[in-house]
């Protein structure tokens, strides 16, 4: 996967803009709603890319950790975020964590660059013990690409994108965790270019259920199956088990 400057360069200059920033707010308001993230959890966003909605979770409170292959957009987020957030470079199907070791994990627009995103999403609820939610761009959308000369999107600009719809979200989550309830929506509705005129439009139409928005939302919770008098044993994926690594700082370098 490749990224250059002027593509981060550009994606910011259309985040800044009326439509980038209606887009933005949108997007975050579903995940807002389908999570309800708390002050003080622990989150976890697994392929964090530049950390932007790391600093969306740190600002609602959270105490955010993120993981992300690309150099240059952990270097991109640590810049946004500072020294004082933990970052790590590493893949998404090999996660340097224990298990349960975050209230929530995240995984945002990330697994759609996996080639196996079963595995990714099982590695992820591996670490999980409350609660996970994905974000993916939506095949059943009016406007897939999300991004056009004008209105770029990191994602549409740097990489070829794999589409889900939320029959294939939600195979992929119970393939690994049967009997999670999961709640779900989608936002965006309509072309970019019309959104110069169409904002108002769109903010009137229901989110909830709703599987034609370009950005689908789906949040679950983990299903606890046993419980002792010491912990809740939860139902998680024994997947790419690795051991943890107790860190503190920034960047981390994880060793074999």
């Known amino acids: 996967m490749y990224y250059d400057k002027e593509t981060l360069r550009v994606y910011d200059e259309w985040l800044s803009s009326p439509v980038g920033r209606y887009i933005d707010q949108r997007e975050k308001s579903l995940i807002e709603r389908l999570l309800k993230p708390q002050t003080g959890e622990r989150l976890l966003d697994v392929g964090c890319g530049r950390g932007h909605h790391l600093a969306f979770f740190k600002e609602k409170g959270c105490d955010v950790t993120g993981i992300e292959p690309s150099r240059m957009l952990l270097a991109a987020a640590q810049e946004r975020l500072g020294r004082r957030t933990e970052l790590y470079p590493g893949t998404l199907d090999n996660l340097p964590f224990s298990d349960n070791e975050f209230d929530v994990v995240t995984m945002i627009c990330s697994l759609d660059r996996n ?5 990714t999403l099982a590695e992820a609820m591996r670490v999980c013990r409350d609660r996970m939610f994905l974000g993916l761009p939506n095949q059943f959308s009016l406007c897939r690409g999300r991004g056009t000369a004008k209105n770029p999107t990191l994602s549409a600009q740097s990489n070829p994108t794999v589409f889900f719809n939320i029959m294939d979200i939600k195979y992929m989550i119970r393939s690994v965790a049967a009997h999670a309830p999961i709640t779900w929506g989608s936002v965006i509705f309509f072309p970019l270019h019309w959104y110069s005129f169409a904002m ?8 909830m259920k709703n599987p034609f928005g370009s950005f689908i939302g ?3 919770p983990m299903v606890i199956t ?7 044993l939860r139902e998680t994926p024994q997947l790419n088990m690795v051991g943890s ?7 981390r370098e994880m060793k074999p």
């Open 218 to 220: 789906a949040a679950f």
């Open 245 to 251: 690594r107790q860190v503190t700082g920034a960047v």
């Open 200 to 207: 108002k439009l769109d903010a009137l139409l229901p989110v």
């Open 226 to 232: 046993h419980r002792t008098l010491q912990d809740p």
């Open 115 to 119: 080639e196996f995103p079963r595995e």
